[in-house]
Antibody, heavy 120, light 106 residues
Framework: QVQLVQSGAEVRKPGASVKVSCMAS????????LNWVRQAPGQGLEWMGL????????TYAQKFQGRVTVTRDTSTSTVYMELSSLRSEDTAVYFC?????????????WGQGTLVTVSS | DIQMTQSPPSLSASVGDRVTITCRAS??????LNWYQRRPGKAPKLLIF???SLQSGVPSRFSGGGSGTDFTLTITSLQPEDFATYYC?????????FGPGTKVDI
């Protein structure tokens, strides 16, 4: 069965960076794009970017351009999201999510989420 | 970016009730509209894709409709496990954007 397993919770100080991993299993890793979506406390869901593992190619939300980097390791079917210059507003749960190949461009499988806390 | 709005922001309902949530896009998105359920502490779960297609494994009491800019999610005969927050999301173009959510509670 399809699974996306993320790394554990992180605490960082303002100005630092964090790198979250997402290991995929149960499907062909290079056939689907993997996306990163976050949810800050009391806020909605916010798309950050994606990687197409086969190429690889990345696309980022304008809001995060220059601060986010998404990479992949095909040998371990793992995608990484690194966010730099952290500020308190980056405190959120970060999810990886697979995008479907069918109409709608939905996210059909999600990781369990990784809480990133930014605090001095 | 395409802006998504939802109404109502929250609603109170009882087990067995029929509930309808509305989602509106700031421009036409054809049928590129998806619905998710999020329970506290859990990842979002895809319920409906392409406006009206039921995701595999999702109970048939969930249904979606609409096209263009106006969409609905209907839950017939609400069950205890359906008390959650529901989000719509457009997949028409990048960046994908989500509605602010509708919280369904008792």
């Amino acid at each position: 069965q399809v699974q996306l397993v993320q790394s554990g919770a992180e605490v960082r100080k303002p100005g630092a960076s964090v790198k979250v991993s997402c290991m995929a299993s149960g499907y062909s890793f290079t056939s689907y794009s993997l996306n990163w979506v976050r949810q800050a406390p009391g806020q909605g869901l916010e798309w950050m970017g994606l990687i197409t593992p086969s190429i690889p190619a990345t696309t980022y939300a304008q809001k995060f351009q220059g601060r986010v980097t998404v990479t992949r390791d095909t040998s371990t079917s793992t995608v990484y999201m690194e966010l730099s210059s952290l500020r308190s507003e980056d405190t959120a749960v970060y999810f990886c999510a697979r995008k479907t190949l069918v109409q709608g461009n939905a996210f059909d499988y999600w990781g369990q989420g990784t809480l990133v806390t930014v605090s001095s | 970016d395409i802006q998504m709005t939802q109404s109502p922001p929250s609603l109170s309902a009882s087990v067995g009730d029929r509930v309808t949530i509305t989602c509106r896009a700031s421009q036409s998105i054809s049928s590129f509209l998806n619905w998710y359920q999020r329970r506290p502490g859990k990842a979002p779960k895809l319920l409906i894709f392409a406006a009206s297609s039921l995701q595999s494994g999702v109970p048939s009491r969930f249904s979606g409709g609409g096209s263009g800019t106006d969409f609905t999610l209907t839950i017939t005969s609400l069950q205890p496990e359906d008390f959650a927050t529901y989000y719509c999301q457009q997949g028409y173009n990048n960046p994908p954007t989500f509605g602010p959510g509708t919280k369904v509670d008792i």
